[in-house]
């Protein structure tokens, strides 16, 4: 399997759609490189399902430009379109063996027997489903049906491979499985994708690049990290993770005002002429035995999760309730339980502030 | 991974496709494209919609037109209407048509709901076998029950003292011969609506303690509610439409849709014929669209999460269930049996030694054997023209891109059938087809118009029955089609044909079946050269050769029978070569 088919470039230009009044996508502009996978994360109805459709042709754009490579398929129908398409569904044909699954798409474009047969072959071992050939979609588990809607879109080698939630219909651990899988033999082809998810760990694990969407616009875009470490908006930093905001209002320089405290932020203040939203994440604020932070609290409840504890704080001065994540360790010597006291510390350079 | 590597641009533009840039008419690959153009599937609704308008909308237009024009042809208004009113024929035929209408949906609805529940909520034996004989009736036409009632209560009947001196021609005997052939309507309502019962409901009613009578008020009786409103909504309009059962065991009781035969071939009124037309599409209208209304607020509620539900044992309820089944059937089998027996009796009552005499039709009025022929003819070219255009039409509006309108305004033509009477239709027909300044009005007295007519009768049904085939595959065949370079039509002639076999299977056996027992349509359009067997047997009841007419009905219910037994092999061959795909499917 040493092939490695160049996968097109894709560039989206001001895309606009609506259905009637209502604004589904507004101005879209992205472009995705050769090879890269690229994630479509967002609340439902945010519009991703629709840029999906529209980057297949499914969908007609109200506005905007498409390009494949070097060719505009702004206008172009589907079936001139150069892509493979994995549903939710799969839509695998019932009717047709694994085999003749695979090879519809070579049999469309009037492919030699002998030729198809040796590309089903190998996308059956690609996919690891060699044995499985000749049975029905019926006959086979989830996990299986979804290999086959893969090696069945890509078996007429698509330039662009795109992936309509194609794993929400699995159970946890088929899904964790999948999506290593499903990501290295995206890396072995490098054909370039994009994938359409509503589940964040699944974006962070599998993309080389995240699009956050919200209302029809663009939140974000970056690499996983960027996208969880530094946030560009209120919207990303709640939906990415968990997040506690603090309503603050800014002083003078990078100073701000909690409560009746104020605070030294390291990052610059977003132009805002009244509240600003500082934000922390649960397991960047730093828990210190009582009397030895700058913050009082009482410990409301404690949530197991395993590998941590999720600690709820109550602020006593400014009340304000936080969350904070510790490991079980660092929970016994600070010997946390409910209704204690406790004092904590916000670390400047893990505060984040966005306009309210 | 290297040994194949096209160029999907080199695929698009395979040699064998392309030809010299020269010519000036499209390439075979530039028509294959044109044929999925969006405006090409538009333009086959356009035309799909077009042509429902010439055979529903366009005829019922002259009707109502006709309606209100004198025998001249100007326009009077509502005097025709006044004229009808004044004669007194509102009191008598409308008023009897609402009434036995209504009683017989009450004893029809109640005796289907009481099988439907000794087949689906007890654990009777046969429950298979029960199914096929409370459905026999559906393969006989009208005039089979009204024929054998006559034999079993008639003046000369078998069981004539069973009436204590009461009448059997009038609206007993309207009302029997209704309930025999509305039967299995009711009941394959009822058994949709209750076969996929929740289990885990039940399981509630028992772990709240409800009691058994209590659990079928709370539980069964409100899943099949709908079911209940939706079976007295059809067999309230099939009753009140029937033509052939009140024709021969009708007596002197005027019901609209014999005063409309009457008015028409009697005294050759057709202005009069269309406005009880009208009368009679008022309530079958009105049926129609509370039934619609109904239909929308139902939703689903067997969801993928249910669990069937499967009767306990219980011999208490399993003999209840047999109480509630037997009337029924033994009421089945009397009235076909009756009409078998007295076809083979040589001269009733005097002579009963059996033999083949009624069956020699040659010697009869009404185009005997031709006219079987004929039936055959008709019956057979209306399941192969009407189920190609259903599942074409139905095709195109389900798994094509349509606007909304367009797919709106097919919707409502598909289903104005069910609203109209088929006598209504046919009459309808005349006025339009046998209009002079019709281009084809050719057709009029042939075969071919009794063929658009019974599909037009039935196409409502057999359209529901493809867009619900149609519906149930995956939504996005065509988009993983387009994406694998595979058109709408290829996706359609390997997969959605294949999946849809079955139901395709069922709407052949419908077209077929109602062609060959329909009578109140064609009544008005058969020619000489166009006899039909159902008519033949209205014909010959009406002459007074009532043996030979129930030798033909049964010949009729038996070449039924036959198609049904064909339909039946195919479906299990269906089944048995598909069986291993369907596995895990529902």
């Known amino acids: 399997m040493s092939q490695k088919t160049q996968g097109s470039r894709l560039e989206i230009q001001g895309v606009n759609k609506f259905f009637g009044d209502f604004c589904a996508l507004k101005d879209i502009n992205l472009t995705i490189e050769p090879g890269e996978l690229v994630c479509f994360l967002g609340p439902s109805g945010c519009g991703k399902t629709t840029l999906l459709r529209i980057i297949a042709g499914l969908e007609r754009q109200s506005g905007g430009l498409l390009h494949q490579g070097e060719t505009d398929i702004s206008l172009k129908p589907p079936r001139e379109r150069d892509f493979g398409i994995v549903f939710q569904s799969y839509a695998l044909f019932p009717n047709m063996t694994v085999t003749d699954n695979i090879a519809y798409g070579l049999r469309s474009i009037g492919m030699p027997k002998a030729q198809v047969r040796s590309r089903v072959d190998e996308l059956l071992a690609l996919v690891g489903l060699e044995d499985q050939a000749s049975k029905y979609p019926a006959q086979l588990s989830g996990g299986q049906q979804q290999r086959v809607a893969l090696a069945r879109a890509l078996a007429p080698t698509p330039g662009l491979l795109l992936l309509d939630e194609p794993l929400s219909a699995l159970d946890a651990k088929v899904r964790h499985h999948l999506r290593s899988e499903i990501r290295s033999l995206q890396k072995q082809l490098g054909v370039t994708t994009v994938m359409v998810t509503h589940d964040q760990e699944e974006a962070l694990a599998m993309a080389d690049r995240v699009v956050v969407m919200n209302n029809g616009v663009i939140e974000q875009v970056g690499t996983p990290l960027d996208i969880y470490q530094q946030p560009a908006s209120a919207f990303v930093a709640s939906f990415i993770g968990a997040m506690n905001f603090i309503d603050s209002s800014p002083l003078n320089g990078q100073r701000v005002k909690i409560g009746n405290r104020e605070l030294d932020l390291i990052r610059p203040l977003p132009a805002a002429d009244g509240c600003i939203q500082l934000a922390i994440r649960p397991e960047d604020v730093h828990l210190l035995p009582s009397g030895d932070g700058e913050w009082e609290g009482e410990v409301l409840a404690l949530d197991y999760l395993g590998a941590f504890i999720r600690t709820h704080i109550r602020l006593s001065d400014i009340e304000l309730d936080l969350v904070v994540d510790v490991d079980p360790r660092s929970a016994r010597r600070l010997d946390l339980r409910v209704g204690g006291c406790i004092c904590l510390n916000l670390p400047s350079d893990a505060l984040h502030c966005f306009a309210a | ?586």
């Open chain 2, 1 to 586: 991974m290297s040994v194949f590597d096209p160029g999907k641009s080199s695929m698009i533009d395979s040699p064998s496709f392309s030809t010299p840039a020269t010519r000036n008419w499209p390439t075979l690959a530039e028509l294959r494209r044109r044929l999925t153009d969006r405006w090409v599937f538009a333009l086959l609704l356009v035309i799909g919609c077009v042509v429902l308008t010439l055979l529903v909308l366009a005829p019922l237009y002259t009707l109502l037109s006709k309606s209100v024009e004198n025998k001249a042809g100007e326009f009077v208004g509502l005097e025709n209407f006044a004229h009808y009113l004044s004669s007194g024929g509102i009191e008598s035929a409308f008023f009897n048509s609402l009434w036995v209408a209504g009683l017989s949906t009450v004893i029809v609805v109640s005796l289907a709901f009481m099988a439907a529940w000794a087949l689906t909520r007890t654990r009777l034996p046969f429950t298979g076998w029960l199914r096929g004989v409370l459905v026999l009736p559906i393969l006989a036409p009208s005039l089979l029950p009204a024929i054998s009632l006559v034999y079993l209560f008639g003046n000369q009947g078998v069981l004539k003292s069973w009436l204590f001196g009461a009448e059997i021609y009038g609206p007993i005997g309207i009302i029997m011969g209704s309930c025999f052939w509305t039967f299995p309507h009711a009941l394959m309502i009822l058994l949709t609506a209750m076969d996929n019962a929740d289990g885990r409901h039940y399981e509630a009613a028992t772990a709240l303690k409800a009691s058994p009578w209590r659990t079928f008020w709370t539980v069964t009786v409100p899943g099949a509610r709908y079911g209940l409103v939706s079976a007295g909504f059809v067999v309230f309009t099939l009753v009140i439409t029937d033509f052939g059962v009140p024709k021969v065991i009708g007596g002197q009781f005027d019901v609209l849709a014999t005063d409309i035969y009457k008015q028409v071939i009697g005294q050759q009124k057709f202005e009069m014929g269309a406005v009880v037309s009208v009368l009679l599409l008022l309530p079958a209208m009105l049926a129609f669209i509370a039934d619609r209304y109904v239909q929308r607020k139902q939703s689903a509620s067997f969801t993928a999460r249910s669990v069937p539900y499967r009767p306990r044992q219980d011999r208490m309820r399993d003999a209840i269930g047999a109480l509630m089944l037997t009337p029924t059937v033994v009421f089945i089998f009397a009235i076909i049996g009756m009409a078998i027996y007295a076809s083979f009796v040589t001269f009733w009552p005097y002579n009963l030694q059996l033999s083949l005499n009624n069956y020699q039709f040659g010697r009869m009025d009404g185009g005997g054997w031709g006219a079987y022929i004929n039936s055959l003819k008709m019956a057979l070219g209306t399941m192969l023209i009407g189920t190609g255009l259903v599942f074409f039409n139905a095709w195109l509006m389900e798994r094509t891109p349509q606007p909304k309108l367009l797919t709106g305004v097919f919707q409502f033509l598909s289903l104005l059938p069910l609203a109209v009477p088929g006598l209504v239709l046919g009459l309808s027909y005349i006025f339009f087809f046998n209009h002079p300044d019709n281009p084809i009005n050719g057709i009029y007295g042939t075969l071919f118009i009794l063929i658009l007519c019974t599909i037009t009768h039935f196409y409502a049904v057999s359209h529901l029955t493809a867009v619900t085939a149609l519906k149930q595959l995956d939504q996005e065949f065509e988009a993983v089609g387009e994406s694998l370079n595979a058109s709408r039509w290829r996706v359609l002639f390997t997969v959605t044909l294949p999946l849809c076999l079955p139901a395709i299977l069922d709407v052949a056996l419908y077209l077929f079946v109602n062609a060959m027992t329909t009578v109140s349509a064609v009544v008005f359009l058969y020619g000489h050269d166009s006899q039909l067997a159902s008519v033949a047997v209205l014909n010959m009841d009406e002459a007074g050769d009532i043996a030979p007419a129930a030798a033909m009905a049964i010949l009729i219910t038996a070449t039924c029978a036959v198609a049904k037994l064909i339909q039946g092999v195919l479906r299990f061959w269906v089944d048995r070569s598909t069986r291993a795909w369907r596995q895990g499917m529902e």
